[in-house]
C-alpha cells in the first residue's frame, strides 16, 4: 500500500511540474520593458501578416527568462501566462525560443515559419512534466 501511495504522489508531482495552457484572448500583455524591438507591435499595409506566441502558466519554467527572436534578433521575453502579437512582413522566418537565464538552463528550439498577408499563426510556449520547453503551432 504504502509503494501505492508513494507511486500516486510521485505521478501528482511529476504532474503539478508541467504547465497550463493560457487562452491567448485572457492573457496578461508584455510590458514594455521586456520588448525589445517594438515595431513588431505596430502593424502597418507592410506587416500585414501576425505571429502570436502565448506562453503557458505554471511551475514548471516559472523562474526562466524566455526569449522569442525573430531571424536571430531579440524581440520580447515572456513571463508565464503572457501573450504578444508580432507583425511581419509576408514571408519566411526563422522563429526562435531561447530559455535561459534565472533558474533554467540554456536550452532553445526554432521553427521555420513562411507568413502570407493577413495569416495570423498562433504558437503556444508549454512546457512538459520532465521535459524541455516547446514551442508547438496550435
Same mark, same amino acid.
Given at each position: ?12 508531482? #511529476? ?5 497550463? #495552457?493560457?487562452?491567448? !484572448?485572457?492573457?496578461? =500583455?508584455?510590458? #514594455?520593458? $521586456? /520588448?525589445?524591438?517594438? %515595431? ?6 507592410? $506587416?500585414?501578416?501576425?505571429?502570436? &506566441? ?5 511551475? #514548471?519554467? @516559472? ?11 531579440? +524581440? +520580447?521575453? *515572456?513571463?508565464? !501566462?503572457?501573450?504578444?502579437? /508580432?507583425?511581419? +512582413?509576408?514571408?519566411?522566418?526563422? *522563429?526562435?525560443?531561447? =530559455? @535561459? ?11 521555420? +515559419?513562411? &507568413?502570407?498577408?493577413?495569416? &495570423?499563426?498562433?504558437?503556444?510556449? %508549454? ?7 516547446? /514551442?508547438?503551432?496550435?
Amino acid at each position: 500500500m504504502k509503494k501505492i501511495s508513494a507511486l500516486g504522489f510521485l505521478v501528482l508531482l #511529476a504532474a503539478g511540474c508541467s504547465s497550463t #495552457a493560457v487562452n491567448p !484572448g485572457t492573457a496578461k =500583455a508584455v510590458s #514594455a520593458g $521586456r /520588448m525589445y524591438d517594438a %515595431s513588431y507591435l505596430e502593424s502597418s499595409p507592410d $506587416r500585414s501578416a501576425t505571429i502570436n &506566441v502565448t506562453r503557458d502558466k505554471g511551475f #514548471a519554467g @516559472g523562474g526562466c527568462s524566455f526569449d522569442i527572436l525573430i531571424d536571430n534578433q531579440k +524581440v +520580447v521575453a *515572456l513571463k508565464p !501566462g503572457e501573450s504578444v502579437s /508580432m507583425h511581419v +512582413v509576408p514571408g519566411t522566418y526563422f *522563429l526562435k525560443l531561447e =530559455a @535561459g537565464g534565472g533558474l533554467c538552463q540554456n536550452v532553445s528550439t526554432f521553427q521555420n +515559419v513562411t &507568413v502570407a498577408a493577413s495569416d &495570423v499563426l498562433a504558437y503556444r510556449i %508549454s512546457w512538459p512534466a520532465g521535459g524541455r520547453p516547446t /514551442m508547438e503551432r496550435q
